[in-house]
């Protein structure tokens, strides 16, 4: 085999490997279930309260939580990301993932995975993309994840473009 021929294979080699592992990477995160248990959805209070301009409460029969996002929430520029679990809740979260998405529009993947400071805070930073319609109502998804499967929160909000 010649010189050219075997790089031409270790590239195609390694192109594979990069893919794979970017399969395996990206898959780690996903919103699915992490139990058989169907996801219960908390009753956000009031309704249509903006994360982005206040701390918002959601419900559930064994969870209270409190979502908080920045302020400012700005796109393309990071901001925080805050829940907190209320002391009462019986839910035992393992994980917390948050996505942001916009109705009717693909925006690409936005989810990042909130870190727990061991007394019911979830924090985390997150960026949005611009939408080249110049759209600005986003929907935030808070998902918990446990042994008792999922809960998820959706709050809509606006993001400033500058």
Sequence with gaps: MGGRSRY?????????AV??????????????????????????????????????????????????????????????????????????????LVQFTMKGMDMGLNRYRLVSDGDGRWTGTAMLPV?????TDWLATVVLSGPGGERRAQFAFSAALH
């Design 131 to 135: 939408c080249t319609t110049g759209r």
């Design 8 to 16: 031409v294979l270790w590239g195609a080699g390694l192109a594979l």
């Design 19 to 96: 893919l794979v592992a970017s399969a395996l990477w990206l898959g780690r995160g996903t919103l699915g279930p992490t139990t058989s248990a169907p996801a219960k959805t908390l009753t956000v209070e009031p309704a249509g309260c903006n994360p982005a301009v206040d701390a918002c409460t959601a419900r559930a029969d064994d969870m209270i939580l409190h979502v908080r996002l920045g302020p400012p929430v700005v796109v393309l520029k990071s901001f925080p990301v805050t829940v907190r679990l209320h002391p009462s809740s019986s839910f035992s979260v393992r994980q917390v």
